[in-house]
Every structure is written in C-alpha cells, then in structure tokens.
C-alpha cells in the first residue's frame, strides 16, 4: 500500500461537498481509501488512524484542505493526486456564486432575506446564528455539536426578536412548500407541522403527501428543544406561528418524549390552541405522556398521519393488519426457507428516528433489542460495530460519522454492515430504511441492492434464507422518484412497505415466528 | 413588533446559506430566492484570535 496526500493553504470546502469528493476519489481504480478533510485537530487524529501522518499536517490548520489517499500502487495515487483541481471542480452545481464571505455582503445584496440556513461546523455555528438573528432573521441551524447554553441563549434571543431559530441538529423544514435541507418535494396543504428531528418530519410529510394531502410548513425545533433545559423556546414560537397561519388548519407535534417539566408546562399551551391538534411522542408505551392530552394522540409517526389525515380528509389510511392474507402468507414464506439457526433482526438504518421507532414497535411486541442509540440503556451495544442478537443500528451517530459520509449521503457504510450481517448465520431478516429527497443520495436503492443481493446469496449457500424489509421515505416528486427506487428495491427481492412503522411491525411478527419455530421465547 | 416567523411563514423563504453549498443548490431548484456566502473559518480558526475580533468589531 501507498500513501500520499496535498494540502492546499487557505482552501475551504464544506463538509457535504467534501464527502462527495472523497465518495469518488474511493471509487477510483487503485485507490483503497481516500479522504478528503479540512485540517482540525480531530480530522488530523482521524488521517493519523489511517497511517496519514507529515509535518503539513500537524502545521495545518482548519482553512486548509487536506486531500490524502491509500492507494494500492504508486500510479493510481500518483493519477488521483496529481489532478486534484479536477476533483474538487466536477461536482460545482449551478447555484450561482458570487464572492460573498461575510453575512452582511449578503444581506446588503438582498435586503429582503428572511431566513439563514446555517451548515458550517458546531463550534463556528452559534456565532453565525447570532450574527443572523441581529440582522433580524430567521435561522435554521443545520450544525450539530452547538453547545446547549448557545442553543438556550439564541433561542430565548430569538423569541424576544418575534423570530425562530429551528434547529440545531435537524436538518428538516418545509416552509410555504419549500424543502429547506433534507427535506422531500411535498404539496401544500392544510396540516402544519413542529418536529424535533428531522427524518420524522420527512417521513410524517411525504405520508401526507402520499395519501393525496399536504403540508402547510413543517417547522424543525432541534433534539433538545423539548428537553427540560431549553423548555420548548422555539416550540412555543411555532405553535404561535402555526396557529395564526391562515393555510394551517390542524398542527402535528412530532418528538420524542419532552423532559417532565417542560411538559408540565407547555401542556397548558397546547391544551389552548384553537386548533386541532395531533401529538405524537415517540418512546415505549409505558413511559408515553401522552394521557396528559385531550387532544389526538398518536405512538407512530404513521399513526400521526392517519390521525392528521383522518381530521382534514375524513379519508383512513390503509394500516397494517398482521390477520390479512397477504401479511399471513409473507411470513408463512419467509419462514418456510429459514433454517433452525436464523432467529436473528438486524435493522442497519440511515434514519436516527426510524431506529429509534422500530425499537419502540419491537418493544412492543415484547422483543428485546439491542441498539448503539437504545431506547433502554441496559441493551446498548457493548461495541457499535458489533451486532448482538436481535440488534437495530442507527448508522447516522457519531460512532459511525465522524470524518465519514453520513449514510444519508453515501451508503457505503451500511453496504460494509449488510455485508456483515449477512455473514452472520443466525441472522434471518434484515430491516432497512431508504430516504430520498433533496440533498440526499441520488440513487439511495439503487446503492443496496447488489450489496442486498450478495448478502442473500450468501444465506441462500447456507441453505436458508435472508429476509430483506425495507420502507422508503419519499415521494414521486423527489430527485430520486419514489416509485422508481421502490421498483429498483422489489427486484432485489426486498419486500417493500408503505411506511418505517409497518416495516418494524412485519419483522416483529416475522421474528416472533422465527423465535417459535425453534422454541425461544 | 412585527413577529418575523409569521412574516416568513407568509412570504415563503428569502434565504441566506451560510455552509453547505448544496443547501443554497436545492433552494434554488425550488425557485426560492437565495445567496451563497462563501464562508470561511474567522482568523483562520484560531479561537483566541476569533474571541479578539469579536471584541475589536
């Protein structure tokens, strides 16, 4: 093996750009790990773990970029690092570019903004933000790692101001039919939404738009805003905003459960809304505050639309029904080619959220789960890397992301766990997510399938099966068009639900079997 | 006081994006109206000096 890598001084890029220039940087013929990173102290450890290591590099700072590659010959690195312009130059995209570095040029060139949308690192984030709130803004803080006193300060600035701040660490909001960040291409319509994270408001909103409604604004509040330390500030100004928008004719609150007290106290609030509202507080059932509300309650992110739907179509969302024949025959299938060995779930998702919901579902059902992000503490995952029994592994966590792609981004992670678990002769079913929309991968299906593929073939030689379960967040109008990566995802043989809840409630059922044909409980 | 959410909700977004170029991308794809700031790391990303020029400005 080969290493070699150039610094350019003074160069910086942002990190989703980054990580597209390191995806095809890999994909080059010769090369067996590339990275392209600028030069902070915790990218510097991250190229020493790879055997990257030189004086530049410990000179450089966090405006440098830093391109360096393991190749397998000389020539293949030599290719690549020669024509580093080439690289950073092929993926540009169209928006235009005007030589703006600071915020003020900005707003001085368009005075009528009303909205930042901040994405630069956590440490630079709050600064941004607060920047941005004193030339009277509007702010979505995609950055995560903002410390939780910044996150309190700017918030409680912002609601003195008559203004938001969504965020931080979410990276979803539709506003008047707008995608702001990941979000998927959905039509206007009646029901508005306040969301803690932001694979739940994509996936609430692409239901919606699915079952033939739409969305008025989606407003993401960030992680923590719930939490007792921030005391719902930003919550408080949705739900103000929200209930006196004329096209918002019902509100869905979508979170995890909120910390006791900011719950005592928002309760209130929400019980004086004069507008419908639908509450879904994701978490296992017995600890589900959800008996403090008079209003429509929900445990799914599916359940909160059918419930929304319900209210302003009158139409009923087809449900999953573990008694229909279709859902009987599927598992009478799945486990008829099981051999005894293959008891074992394994959920590798790109979505926090959907793991953090199928585990409730398991749950449940009375199925223990690990997890690296578990619901309950004592099934955390002694190692992430390494799946235990029944195992759901959020990929998007710090343990798998830092200096990487997220798998929202580039799927080859997940590709290298599927692989894995598919090694795994006790493992019989496989739980997936998919998750289109702007920003997203262009192809998120088409990425799993030989991956998807491989890993059946290999249980097929051991003379079972391997079950794949997939949802796929997304609708038709999104760059990657839902139906067609559905298609892409049925040819496979992946067995393909409506929705992450109803992909979770299979494979409990389907675990649940297979845990009987052997006699586990 | 006019209440600056209400105005956006209203209005639909006018935006600024400060990060990641691809956000400002989609944006525009959407017919929103946005400007790209070419954000780099203040002094360099020295903390110490970023604090002094937070107090000099």
Same mark, same amino acid.
């Given at each position: 093996?080969?290493?070699?890598?150039?610094?350019?001084?003074?160069?910086?890029?942002?990190?989703?750009?980054?990580?597209?220039?390191?995806?095809?940087?890999?994909?080059?013929?010769?090369?067996?790990?590339?990275?392209?990173?600028?030069?902070?102290?915790?990218?510097?450890?991250?190229?020493?773990?790879?055997?990257?290591?030189?004086?530049?590099?410990?000179?450089?700072?966090?405006?440098?970029?830093?391109?360096?590659?393991?190749?397998?010959?000389?020539?293949?690195?030599?290719?690549?690092?020669?024509?580093?312009?080439?690289?950073?130059?092929?993926?540009?995209?169209?928006?235009?570019?005007?030589?703006?570095?600071?915020?003020?040029?900005?707003?001085?060139?368009?005075?009528?903004?009303?909205?930042?949308?901040?994405?630069?690192?956590?440490?630079?984030?709050?600064?941004?933000?607060?920047?941005?709130?004193?030339?009277?803004?509007?702010?979505?803080?995609?950055?995560?790692?903002?410390?939780?006193?910044?996150?309190?300060?700017?918030?409680?600035?912002?609601?003195?101001?008559?203004?938001?701040?969504?965020?931080?660490?979410?990276?979803?909001?539709?506003?008047?039919?707008?995608?702001?960040?990941?979000?998927?291409?959905?039509?206007?319509?009646?029901?508005?939404?306040?969301?803690?994270?932001?694979?739940?408001?994509?996936?609430?909103?692409?239901?919606?738009?699915?079952?033939?409604?739409?969305?008025?604004?989606?407003?993401?509040?960030?992680?923590?805003?719930?939490?007792?330390?921030?005391?719902?500030?930003?919550?408080?100004?949705?739900?103000?905003?929200?209930?006196?928008?004329? #096209?918002?004719?019902? &509100? =869905?609150?979508? $979170?995890?459960? /909120?910390?006791?007290?900011? *719950?005592?106290?928002?309760? !209130?609030?929400?019980?004086?809304?004069?507008?419908?509202?639908?509450?879904?507080?994701?978490?296992?059932?017995?600890?589900?505050?959800?008996?403090?509300?008079?209003?429509?309650?929900?445990?799914?992110?599916?359940?909160?639309?059918?419930?929304?739907?319900?209210?302003?179509?009158?139409?009923?969302?087809?449900?999953?029904?573990?008694?229909?024949?279709?859902?009987?025959?599927?598992?009478?299938?799945?486990?008829?080619?099981?051999?005894?060995?293959?008891?074992?779930?394994?959920?590798?998702?790109?979505?926090?959220?959907?793991?953090?919901?199928?585990?409730?579902?398991? #749950?449940?059902?009375? &199925? =223990?789960?690990? $997890?690296?992000? /578990?619901?309950?503490?004592? *099934?955390?995952?002694?190692? !992430?890397?390494?799946?235990?029994?029944?195992?759901?592994?959020?990929?998007?966590?710090?343990?798998?992301?830092?200096?990487?792609?997220?798998?929202?981004?580039?799927?080859?992670?997940?590709?290298?766990?599927?692989?894995?678990?598919?090694?795994?002769?006790?493992?019989?079913?496989?739980?997936?997510?998919?998750?289109?929309?702007?920003?997203?991968?262009?192809?998120?299906?088409?990425?799993?399938?030989?991956?998807?593929?491989?890993?059946?073939?290999?249980?097929?030689?051991?003379?079972?099966?391997?079950?794949?379960?997939?949802?796929?967040?997304?609708?038709?109008?999104?760059?990657?068009?839902?139906?067609?990566?559905?298609?892409?995802?049925?040819?496979?043989?992946?067995?393909?639900?409506?929705?992450?809840?109803?992909?979770?409630?299979?494979?409990?059922?389907?675990?649940?079997?297979?845990?009987?044909?052997?006699?586990?409980? | 006081?006019?209440?600056?959410?209400?105005?956006?909700?209203?209005?639909?977004?006018?935006?600024?994006?400060?990060?990641?170029?691809?956000?400002?991308?989609?944006?525009?794809?959407?017919?929103?109206?946005?400007?790209?700031?070419?954000?780099?790391?203040?002094?360099?990303?020295?903390?110490?000096?970023?604090?002094?020029?937070?107090?000099?400005?």
């Amino acid at each position: 093996m080969v290493t070699g890598y150039v610094i350019r001084k003074n160069e910086y890029h942002d990190s989703v750009f980054l990580m597209r220039v390191a995806k095809r940087l890999s994909e080059q013929k010769g090369i067996l790990q590339a990275a392209a990173l600028m030069g902070t102290e915790k990218n510097k450890v991250l190229l020493a773990e790879i055997g990257v290591r030189g004086a530049e590099i410990s000179e450089s700072n966090p405006s440098d970029l830093i391109i360096a590659v393991n190749a397998d010959n000389q020539e293949a690195l030599t290719s690549v690092l020669e024509d580093i312009d080439r690289w950073l130059t092929i993926d540009l995209g169209s928006a235009p570019r005007y030589d703006i570095r600071m915020l003020d040029e900005a707003v001085a060139m368009q005075p009528r903004s009303n909205l930042a949308v901040i994405s630069v690192p956590g440490s630079y984030a709050a600064r941004e933000a607060r920047k941005a709130l004193e030339h009277g803004l509007n702010v979505f803080l995609f950055s995560d790692n903002v410390p939780l006193e910044s996150e309190i300060s700017l918030k409680e600035y912002a609601r003195e101001r008559g203004l938001i701040v969504m965020g931080p660490d979410c990276g979803t909001a539709i506003v008047g039919g707008k995608g702001i960040g990941f979000a998927n291409s959905v039509r206007r319509g009646p029901i508005g939404v306040i969301g803690a994270s932001g694979t739940g408001i994509q996936e609430f909103t692409s239901l919606v738009h699915r079952a033939g409604s739409g969305i008025s604004h989606a407003l993401g509040i960030g992680s923590r805003d719930l939490s007792d330390a921030v005391g719902g500030i930003s919550f408080l100004s949705a739900l103000d905003a929200l209930e006196s928008d004329k #096209q918002t004719k019902i &509100i =869905a609150i979508l $979170s995890k459960p /909120p910390g006791q007290l900011a *719950l005592s106290n928002l309760i !209130p609030r929400i019980l004086q809304c004069h507008k419908p509202i639908v509450v879904c507080f994701l978490g296992p059932k017995q600890d589900s505050p959800h008996a403090n509300f008079h209003s429509r309650t929900a445990h799914t992110l599916e359940d909160a639309a059918a419930l929304a739907l319900q209210i302003v179509t009158g139409n009923l969302l087809p449900r999953f029904n573990a008694d229909s024949p279709r859902i009987q025959t599927l598992i009478q299938r799945e486990r008829a080619s099981k051999n005894p060995e293959q008891r074992y779930l394994r959920g590798i998702f790109a979505g926090g959220t959907f793991c953090f919901q199928a585990q409730q579902i398991l #749950q449940d059902a009375g &199925i =223990a789960v690990h $997890s690296n992000a /578990p619901l309950n503490g004592n *099934l955390k995952l002694a190692n !992430p890397m390494r799946s235990e029994e029944h195992t759901l592994v959020d990929m998007g966590t710090d343990d798998f992301t830092v200096g990487k792609p997220h798998p929202m981004i580039d799927s080859r992670l997940r590709r290298e766990r599927i692989l894995a678990e598919g090694q795994d002769p006790q493992v019989g079913i496989l739980l997936l997510d998919v998750v289109l929309g702007f920003n997203a991968s262009p192809d998120p299906a088409g990425e799993l399938v030989s991956t998807i593929e491989e890993a059946k073939r290999e249980a097929k030689k051991r003379g079972g099966s391997l079950s794949v379960v997939a949802s796929i967040c997304g609708t038709e109008g999104d760059p990657q068009n839902f139906q067609q990566q559905v298609k892409l995802l049925k040819g496979a043989g992946v067995i393909v639900f409506p929705s992450s809840a109803q992909a979770a409630q299979f494979c409990a059922l389907l675990a649940a079997s297979l845990s009987e044909v052997i006699g586990v409980k | 006081m006019s209440n600056k959410l209400e105005d956006l909700l209203q209005q639909g977004p006018i935006a600024i994006n400060i990060g990641v170029y691809g956000f400002a991308e989609s944006l525009q794809i959407q017919g929103v109206q946005v400007v790209h700031v070419n954000w780099t790391p203040p002094a360099g990303g020295d903390p110490e000096l970023m604090e002094l020029l937070d107090q000099l400005l």
